[in-house]
C-alpha cells in the first residue's frame, strides 16, 4: 500500500489526497506537519531529503516528492492527464501558474494568520501580499467566467492544483462570492468521484509521527 506523509492542513497535501481518491489508490498516510517542525525532523529527511510534504512512498521502496510531481504521476492513463499535446501544456502552464503566482500569495497569507506562532507580527506582510493574490484569483476569474474547467472541456490535475487555496481564500479574507466563476467552478470540483473536503482525511488508515519513525 502507498504511503503519503503529510499533515490534513497542507493544501499541497489535499492536492495529492483528491487525486489519489479519484484514481483509486488505496494509501495509508503519516502525519508530518510543519508547525511542529517534522519535515526537519532527520528522520522525515531521510525519507524525502527536500524536508517537505507531500511525500509518496511507494512499496517497491520508490519515493515521489513535490506535489505537481505526485499529481503528474499518478494523472498517468487517465482523464486527469490529457492525451493531446497541447492540452498537456495548458495543464502545466496552469500548475505553473499555481506554484509561482497563485500559492506564494494564498498560500503564505493563509499560513501567517493562521498558523504562524504570533500573527500580529505578521500582518504587513499579510497585507503586502493581499494585491498579488487577488490578481491571481482575477486570472481564475477570467478564464472560468466564460469555461467549467481550466483546461480541456473536463476536470484535470490543474483543476485539483489550484484547488484548495483557492477554497480558503474566503478564510484570508476574500469574498468568493465576488467571483462567481471560481465559485462555480469549487462546486464542480467539489462534485467529482472520490472528492474528499478540504482537511478531511482519505486514508484508509492514519499514523502519528512518532508510530510510524519511533516504533
Same mark, same amino acid.
Given at each position: 500500500?502507498?504511503?503519503l506523509f503529510g499533515?490534513?492542513?497542507?493544501?499541497?497535501?489535499?492536492?495529492?489526497?483528491?487525486?489519489?481518491?479519484?484514481?483509486?489508490?488505496?494509501?495509508?498516510?503519516v502525519?508530518?506537519?510543519q508547525?511542529?517542525?517534522e519535515?526537519?525532523?532527520?528522520?522525515?529527511l531521510?525519507?524525502?531529503?527536500?524536508?517537505?510534504?507531500?511525500?509518496?512512498?511507494r512499496? =517497491?521502496? *520508490? %519515493?515521489?516528492?513535490?506535489?505537481?510531481?505526485?499529481l @503528474?504521476y499518478?494523472?498517468?492513463? #487517465?482523464?486527469?492527464w490529457?492525451?493531446?499535446?497541447d492540452?498537456?501544456?495548458?495543464?502545466?502552464?496552469?500548475?505553473?501558474?499555481?506554484?509561482y503566482?497563485?500559492?506564494?500569495?494564498?498560500?503564505v497569507?493563509?499560513?501567517?494568520?493562521?498558523?504562524?506562532?504570533?500573527?500580529?507580527?505578521?500582518?504587513?506582510?499579510?497585507?503586502?501580499?493581499?494585491?498579488?493574490?487577488?490578481h491571481a484569483?482575477?486570472v481564475?476569474?477570467?478564464?472560468?467566467?466564460?469555461? =467549467?474547467? *481550466? %483546461?480541456?472541456?473536463?476536470?484535470t490535475?490543474?483543476? @485539483?492544483?489550484l484547488?484548495?487555496y #483557492?477554497?480558503?481564500?474566503?478564510?484570508?479574507?476574500?469574498d468568493?462570492?465576488?467571483?462567481?466563476?471560481?465559485?462555480?467552478?469549487?462546486?464542480?470540483?467539489?462534485?467529482q468521484?472520490?472528492?474528499?473536503?478540504?482537511?478531511?482525511?482519505g486514508?484508509v488508515?492514519?499514523?502519528?509521527?512518532?508510530?510510524?519513525?519511533?516504533?
Amino acid at each position: 500500500m502507498l504511503t503519503l506523509f503529510g499533515n490534513l492542513d497542507s493544501g499541497n497535501v489535499h492536492k495529492v489526497q483528491t487525486v489519489l481518491c479519484r484514481v483509486g489508490e488505496s494509501y495509508r498516510r503519516v502525519d508530518v506537519a510543519q508547525t511542529r517542525g517534522e519535515p526537519r525532523n532527520r528522520n522525515y529527511l531521510a525519507v524525502n531529503p527536500m524536508g517537505k510534504v507531500p511525500a509518496v512512498l511507494r512499496d =517497491d521502496g *520508490l %519515493v515521489i516528492t513535490e506535489s505537481g510531481a505526485i499529481l @503528474y504521476y499518478f494523472a498517468q492513463g #487517465t482523464a486527469l492527464w490529457p492525451e493531446d499535446l497541447d492540452e498537456r501544456t495548458e495543464v502545466l502552464r496552469w500548475m505553473f501558474f499555481e506554484q509561482y503566482s497563485h500559492e506564494p500569495t494564498l498560500a503564505v497569507m493563509r499560513y501567517l494568520r493562521h498558523f504562524a506562532d504570533d500573527p500580529q507580527r505578521h500582518t504587513d506582510t499579510v497585507a503586502a501580499l493581499e494585491p498579488a493574490a487577488r490578481h491571481a484569483l482575477e486570472v481564475m476569474e477570467s478564464r472560468l467566467a466564460g469555461s =467549467d474547467w *481550466l %483546461v480541456a472541456g473536463r476536470c484535470t490535475i490543474a483543476d @485539483y492544483a489550484l484547488y484548495p487555496y #483557492t477554497r480558503s481564500a474566503d478564510s484570508i479574507g476574500f469574498d468568493i462570492a465576488q467571483f462567481p466563476g471560481i465559485e462555480s467552478w469549487l462546486a464542480r470540483v467539489e462534485s467529482q468521484p472520490g472528492f474528499i473536503p478540504f482537511g478531511s482525511d482519505g486514508a484508509v488508515e492514519t499514523l502519528t509521527f512518532s508510530d510510524y519513525f519511533e516504533s
